[in-house]
T-cell receptor, first 110, second 113 residues
Framework: LAKTTQPISMDSYEGQEVNITCSHN???????ITWYQQFPSQGPRFIIQ???TKVTNEVASLFIPADRKSSTLSLPRVSLSDTAVYYC???????????FGGGTRLMVKP | GAVVSQHPSRVICKSGTSVKIECRSL??????MFWYRQFPKQSLMLMAT?????????EQGVEKDKFLINHASLTLSTLTVTSAHPEDSSFYIC?????????FGPGTRLTVL
């Protein structure tokens, strides 16, 4: 199972772009990379998913280099409400994506 | 789309009683569901994988006789904490797998007195 490593915490200010990187050195060929956001006492919320190169949706972008051993979640112009824990999860469509890393605690300041 | 619900959202029980938590995929069918527990300030820890129509697969260290999982339909999985004790107090979260993405329920806060 792919193990993920993320920074424990990050600070930012409102309006800034935030980039959170996740390392997954032993990612397998069939694995996808998914990012989640979690607020206290809530279940994780899906943000974005990708396999390679770049994916963008209405809330974030996901950058994946050619070797796929890492990925970067980019949040444009963060607001106070983006203060949360962000997790990257690596796995395949058979459900083998079971190990959550420690997550990154993002604090957005005014 | 891809909504997962859990019931109850919060439960308080006495030590020694059993508690059942339901996880439902509301707008899709899920052959596979997962059960996690999360302690304060910690990451999610996978407890078991629930597959419709078959026995659940438990992670190492998780007692299958204590945490009973039933996945009787493609939209419902249940977790029963049997003979609950204070150390079982935690935040329990389920997820349902569709294609290659897990969607999570809102979680259930269990407090055992």
């Amino acid at each position: 199972l792919a193990k993920t490593t993320q920074p424990i915490s990050m600070d930012s200010y409102e309006g800034q772009e935030v980039n959170i990187t996740c390392s997954h050195n032993n990612i397998a060929t069939n694995d996808y990379i998914t990012w989640y956001q979690q607020f206290p006492s809530q279940g994780p919320r899906f943000i974005i998913q990708g396999y390679k190169t770049k994916v963008t949706n209405e809330v974030a972008s996901l950058f994946i280099p050619a070797d796929r051993k890492s990925s970067t979640l980019s949040l444009p112009r963060v607001s106070l409400s983006d203060t949360a824990v962000y997790y990257c999860l690596v796995g395949d469509n058979a459900g083998n994506m079971l190990t959550f890393g420690g997550g990154t605690r993002l604090m957005v300041k005014p | 789309g891809a909504v997962v619900s859990q019931h109850p959202s919060r439960v308080i029980c006495k030590s020694g009683t059993s508690v059942k938590i339901e996880c439902r995929s509301l707008d899709f069918q899920a052959t596979t569901m997962f059960w996690y527990r999360q302690f304060p300030k910690q990451s999610l820890m996978l407890m078991a994988t629930s597959n419709e129509g078959s026995k659940a697969t438990y992670e190492q260290g998780v007692e299958k006789d204590k945490f009973l999982i039933n996945h009787a339909s493609l939209t419902l999985s249940t977790l029963t904490v049997t003979s609950a004790h204070p150390e079982d107090s935690s935040f329990y979260i389920c997820s349902a797998l569709t294609e290659r993405t897990q969607y999570f329920g809102p979680g259930t806060r269990l407090t055992v007195l």
